[in-house]
């Protein structure tokens, strides 16, 4: 990626292209462009068969100017930098700063290339974009230009792990106004990639991160809640607020899809109850067994004999329904 600065002191993210590619868009130009000059050249023989020779050869002079020269320069200037094989290849021309290209652009990348790319076959084009640190050109060097790509292929964006089940909805109360958007863009970075990381780095970096969102929220993590566990539980709490400020007050329906969804690999843990307060501790996790809910209807209680089902009630109207 090359970082540019634009005249609103903006900065620009864009991947120059490679030489690879750009000697493909070129090739298919002028696979394009001679193919029309042939044409073009043909109709105009047989138009000006009757004219003197010199005639003809100055026809032929400014039809090559015109067509191998001036309709590449047309072209880039009209479309904003795409020609033919650029469109085709998703790549464009654009200034130094990330604007649209302008005829003077046009003009002296097209000068410059019947030099570089007509006249030495491409050898000059192809050692200065060697030479160049973003693949340009001596047409680019002096236009102020810079061929970029424009389709760019989408990595696979990775999701945030859910918390623990256990400790989902524990910081609804939290105050996350002073949290700035660098912070939690570290935290989502951490937590994306907390698998890839050294063990020793991981915790390093989780406790690091847990002290500072303690520090911007005012409330510091839970006792025996791992660093990692509670950046997950805020950053899953921050997300259910803009799903409800987005959605009109409808919370999002379960853990954040993606990852790790259903908490596994987090450390068992009490079960969710009611949000915590400021300063107030959650137990250890270590060594905790989640209680058993209710005995399903007609479940044996532990050391009972098991109960025999219950008989059907008949109806009462005496109607016996068939075994």
């Known amino acids: 990626m090359s970082e540019l600065v634009t005249g609103e002191a903006v900065a620009l993210e864009l991947r120059p292209a490679k030489l690879p590619s750009r000697a493909l868009a070129v090739l298919l130009d002028l696979v394009a462009a001679v193919v029309f000059y042939v044409v073009v050249t043909l109709l105009l023989a047989l138009a000006t068969a009757g004219l003197d020779e010199a005639a003809q050869m100055a026809i032929a002079v400014a039809t090559f100017l015109l067509l191998l020269v001036g309709v590449p320069i047309a072209v880039e200037t009209l479309t904003h930098g795409r020609s033919l094989g650029k469109l085709a290849l998703g790549l464009r021309v654009v200034r130094d700063d990330g604007g649209p290209i302008r005829f003077r652009h046009a003009l002296v990348r097209g000068a410059v290339g019947v030099v570089e790319i007509l006249m030495t076959f491409g050898v000059v084009a192809c050692v200065a ?188 109207n005496g109607f016996a329904p068939p075994a």
């Open 129 to 316: 974009s060697l030479v160049s640190a973003r693949g340009r050109r001596l047409g680019d060097v002096f236009a102020g230009t810079l061929v970029v790509r424009e389709r760019v292929p989408a990595g696979r964006s990775p999701f945030v792990p859910a918390p623990p089940p256990w400790l989902a909805g524990q910081f609804s109360g939290l105050d996350l106004s002073a949290v700035p958007d660098a912070l939690w863009l570290a935290v989502r970075q951490y937590l994306t990639r907390m698998g890839q990381l050294d063990p020793h780095v991981g915790a390093a970096m989780a406790e690091r991160l847990a002290s500072d969102l303690a520090a911007r929220t005012g409330t510091p993590a839970p006792y025996g809640v791992p660093p990692g566990a509670y950046l997950a539980a805020v950053v899953h709490e921050r997300q259910a607020r803009e799903a409800r400020r987005a959605f009109g007050g409808a919370s999002l329906p379960g853990p954040v899809p993606g990852g790790q969804g259903s908490g596994a690999g987090w450390p068992a843990g009490p079960a969710a109850g009611p949000p915590l307060g400021p300063g107030q501790a959650v137990p250890a996790a270590e060594g905790f067994a989640p209680p058993s809910g209710p005995a399903a209807p007609g479940a044996a209680a532990p050391g009972e004999p098991p109960q025999q089902p219950q008989p059907a009630e008949r109806p009462s």
